[in-house]
């Protein structure tokens, strides 16, 4: 864009060559983000965002303080320092029952091997777990029995004064990296490349014990599982490192679908140089998935991909959404999509149906995709078999926000504040729909004139 | 910024420091004889080129009683200042019209020798011979040794001009009232030291007379008392005497603040005001008394000595210096008062008046001012704040005198006086300071400003004040200033017709005191000089006058001037039709205060409305043409909701549009030789018209170099609009280039298009040499930015093309700019290559005044209520949205991009007007996805 500044102009050139990465100008009529605030708190990367209420949301990252922040003015409520290592998760917590103030809770867990029970109201640590032989990775409530799990080495499992109830042994020393919870009592853990289903006993009349059982290893990924989501109350999704994506069956655990050829090259893509660049297998990881009634969203290395449940196909993709890595993505409800990567952007999409098959050609299945070039190559490739297999949407580019330097980590949607994004360079924006926040304004200004007594003329 | 451009052309820029512009020398058969005067570099338009000194400087005097008159010190203490003029003879002049009665001693009817704790009294007079004219104020101070232990000094601006220190009458009188207080409240603090010494010198000396006697009472028994002894007896008594005289003079001096404070208490018929006024008095004087407590204690150990029974007659000894006086302290912050003085009424009338115009004008604008003003203004208000705490006085006083809340020793005239002081005045007055009179004066002098209240006092105060040689015109005296805070309006004239304020309770008796003195004009006696008088006395006053009608052009154009500017601020309404609205408007208002309705109550414009209205007129009188209401057109938007009844021509964008076109005219036609007009008044090294707020002769060179140089800029470039529109619009604007120098140099100049987003700092940031981040443009709106050729440079540039959708960018060495597109008409006015304006001052008071009405439309947007909020429940967005539209581009006429600005602006009044506290509210980016484009050229 600034090629004269730069001179010479080589530098755009090399970044054409290197990835046909979808731009939009400068104009974004449909982008609603026209304001910005930039929240400076964090002295290191800051990793998480969890929303409190309507108005707050709180960060943390790898400086080890949590600061909460108010979500319309930017205006940093609180800092909460008690972790001495950074972050390793954060969830927010159900108020303890015994408890007469409903003070929203949250419990972050951190490298230096304790859990913190904070009050986001008072600024307090309510309770301080330090007994873990590992660093917690990830922490689940299990609002049902009143419990919380933490998954480190092993499997803790907490009832809500943070007392342990029971663990598990020691799993792996890679640790557990994702959790979810399932019907039956039973949670899934992802750990390296399998998956453990635990069952939780709750006490009974034989024994006033909580227990945690391993009920089963499902082997079928070929390496490590980087996300799980539940997906609806039917079934769950996993992705792995080389682009795998399972979507088990809730109850049986059994593979409803698999598309794992992701990882696989064809082989007529070694032939072509520019696809081989981005032919590292951390391109085709699965980071995050978001998921609504029909569709899964996976954001996979540097694209994204709409997965329909019931057609059992990909039906649109963006392969290349972003410069780098997609580590965020989130479906906001008017079929928008918001995904945030380690290039530094932010980038909302719009899920359209494609009205006429595009002229140019798509690739036909989720996996076997590779290449800008090859299609237009492959002229052989029967013209009808590539309609059917046509995605019938499309992800377009609404607009993108930029404003971080480094890696954004996470985002958070409110839905009347706007959109909250945090990046390993330490700052957090604030973005902001620029009418309505003029909107606002105004409505403040008439409001204190009217406090003051000016609104109206004295006769 | 409210400055008209006409007006503009009047002010001068060059430092005083400057030498005064030489053409080069014509060639001998074309030179025209020389102008009189010219050998004194002055101008041959200027009046004052008789005056023997270059330029304004303060003068202070004393009347010693060993060798008279003799002039103490000059403020600039610089002999070019004064040159040739004859300092002995003029402080024989100013101190010979000190009527006061200095009186101390031994009143009939008291034992003790009573202080007085005098007011000062403030004259002003001229000498035509000299070509000087003074405000001179005239204070006492103690001095244990002096005769009657009192000193008289004075204090006096001399000027060239005459109209200078008439008009500035209430705010030199303000100003030196303040260094006087200074003084005389070092002196007391002096005096009050000076007598403990004496005590305690007397107490010893009782002490070892004491003994004396003793020692003789026992060393003679024989029964009767030797004449040595009668004698050393006597001298006992006479020390115990001057103990009790000297502890009671202490006891007067320590009693000051307290006294003055009482003495309004038992005041009649003024019970119920003189509560405010006391207490209205205690703030001011607040410092005063605290400091007054602890001056009198404390006093580092001293060794008494013994006095002689006969004290040394006076003559050959050495009389105390004013420091000496006054306490170094105090004197060096008089010093620093005076000298503020003469920076603050630097320059010529026009331009004084213009900036207290202006200033008056930007304090009705506190809503919208903080977008494009300096910050000197802050201390100005924050100062102006407390100073109004106090309840205000009449409805009608104009926010220029706001200013001079200080307790200003005031006074009114009854007309009958003043009748008779038209004819040869008796002027020696002799004041019955009987103790109820006293503490009438003193109500008086500490009362606020209200002229109801006063009325009372109207005529007791009368002091006559004249002078005693023919050559002396007094012009002015003290009592203009009592009357001066409604004169300005000129409406004060009505007031003494008024029966309820015609006093005949006379109480000064007056003596003349010399032959007959011209008494040419005492501000308040101006306004008090029937028609018939008065008819006779512009030419009375000055020859000057007449002089400059013979002259050419230029002098013509002043003299087309100032009659009516005269008759506006001096000889006032008497002259005036009623059928002038404004001036209508003003009589009503005044004269409501007064009691005296003569206006109908249609005519009553809201408070602020008539205030402003007033001062412009002086100006618009200047120009014919020029007729944009300044006052309609600032005091709106102050309202605070002018949602409605905004005035019709305010909004309608083909007036906009004329007014504009005038201000271009008038701007071409007197750009530049009309500032050089525009010393008519002027002493001719008067050259810097610093500014009458503090801010300093620094700014305004920086106003004026910024001004140029983004006249320069605009010259230069051809994409200079779509740049200046960036930075009104809130997009970030970067200036990049190699030349550190030239880049700050261009963003200084450019920021006077920045709006602030608060008082406290400019959103400029004028040299970077890292990478910019997020976070800057958050905080700078204009930012000079280093262009690196190394490899580290790049990332700056990489990072700038990162976030180019937040920037503008100017490429200083390519001469390219990258910045979205501006079609609006604004910028093309505000910065129009082909302006024929060329100096930088003038340029940027253009700027100003652009900005101020593009503030005004900001203001009226943002504060309208249904353009934000929709009117009732049923009503959507879209509607609102609507009528937003239609508002910015029908009513306040913009066009395209132009919207955008006041939008901006809009944002920033919010922010600022919702913001708790001042400084708190934080930043947002706001910005467009609009695409840019890159101009070269």
Known sequence: MLRWLIGGGREPQGLAEKSPLQTIGEEQTQNPYTELLVL????????????????????????????????QTGEKLLELNGHTQKITALITFPSLEACEEKNQLILTASADRTVILWDCDTGRQVRKVSSFQSTVKCLIVLQRLDIWLSGGNDLCVWNQKLDLLCKTSHLSDTGISALIEIPKNCVVAAVGKELIIFRLVAPTEESVEWDILEIKHLLDHQDNILSMVNVNDVSFVTGSHVGEMIIWDI???????????????????????EIKLCQKPNDISIHHFTWDEENVFAAVGRGL????????????????????????????????????????????????????????????????????????????????????????????????????????????????????????????????NGERESGLRSLKLFQKLEENGDLYLDI | MISAPDVVAFTKEEEYEEEPYNEPPLPEEYSVPLFPFASQGANPWSKLSGAKFSRDFILISEFSEQVGPQPLLTIPNDTKVFGTFDLNYFSLRIMSVDYQASFVGHPPGSAYPKLNFVEDSKVVLGDSKEGAFAYVHHLTLYDLEARGFVRPFCMAYISADQHKIM????????????????LKTGNRKAFAGELEKKLKDLDYTRTVLHTETEIQKKANDKGFYSSQAIEKANELASVEKSIIEHQDLLKQIRSYPHRKLKGSAPCP??????????SQAAATSNLDESADTDLYTCRPAYTPKLIKAKSTKCFDKKLKTLEELCDTEYFTQTLAQLSHIEHMFRGDLCYLLTSQIDRALLKQQHITNFLFEDFVEVDDRVAEKQESAPPRPGPGRPPSRSLEECPIPQVLISVGSYKSSVESVPIKMEQELGDEEYKEVEVTEMSSLDPQENLDYLDMDMKGSISSGESIEVLGTEKSAAVLPKSDSQASLTVPLSPQVVRSKAVSHRTISEDSIEVLSTCPSEALIPDDFKASYPSAINEEESYADDSDGAIHFRASVSPPELGEAEEGSLETPPSQIDTSCCIGKESDSLRVPLSPPAHMPLDQDGVVSIPPQRYRQKDQGFHVDFALENANPSRDDSSEGFPADELDPDRLLASRDVSKTSLDTCSDTASNMSSVTSTSSDRTPASAHSSGSSSERHKKRAGQNALKFIRQYPFAHPAIYSLLSGRTLVVLGEDEAIVRKLVTALSIFVPNHSRYAKPVKHWVCSPLHITDFQKWKLIGLQRVASPAGTSSLHALSRYSRYTSVLDLDNKALRCPLYRGALVPRLADHRTQIKRGSTYYLHVQTVLTELCSKAFLYTFCHHLHLPAHDQETPD???????????????????????????????????????????????RFDYVPSFLYKI
């Open chain 1, 305 to 432: 991909y709409v997965y329909n449940l019931q057609m059992k196909r990909v039906i649109a993709c963006q392969k290349s959404a972003h410069d780098s890595n997609v580590l965020h993505i989130a479906k906001l409800p008017n079929r928008q999509l918001i995904s945030c990567s380690e290039d530094g952007s932010v980038r909302i999409w719009e899920l359209r149906e494609k009205q006429q098959l595009a002229a140019e050609p798509v690739p036909t299945g989720f996996f076997n995709m590779w290449g800008f070039g090859r299609v237009n190559k492959q002229a052989s490739q029967p013209v009808k078999k590539q309609q059917e297999n046509a995605p019938p949407c499309s992800l377009e580019l609404i607009g993108d926000l930029i404003g971080h330097s480094s890696s954004v980590e996470m985002f958070l949607y409110f839905e009347d504040h706007g959109l909250v994004t945090c990046s390993a360079d330490h700052l957090i924006i604030l973005w902001k």
């Open chain 2, 167 to 182: 008009q500035q009458f209430q705010e030199l009188s303000a100003e030196f009232s303040k260094a006087s207080e200074c």
């Open chain 1, 40 to 71: 400076k708190a964090h002295h290191d990367i800051v990793r998480f965002l969890v929303q409190l209420d309507e108005c707050r949301f709180a960060s943390a990252g790898d400086d080890g303080i949590i600061v909460v922040w108010n979500a």
């Open chain 2, 879 to 925: 509607v609102v949205a609507g009528r937003q539209a239609s508002f910015l581009k029908l009513t306040l006429g913009l066009v395209n991009e132009d919207v955008k600005v006041v939008q901006h602006l809009a944002e920033l009044l919010k922010l600022r007007y919702t913001q708790e506290a001042p400084g708190t509210g934080r930043p947002t980016l």
């Open chain 1, 251 to 273: 109850l049986d655990w059994s593979v409803q679908a698999c598309e794992c050829n992701f990882w696989d090259p064809s082989p007529q893509l070694d032939t072509q140089q």
């Open chain 2, 269 to 278: 018929g003024e019970s119920e005001h003189t509560q405010d006024q006391a």
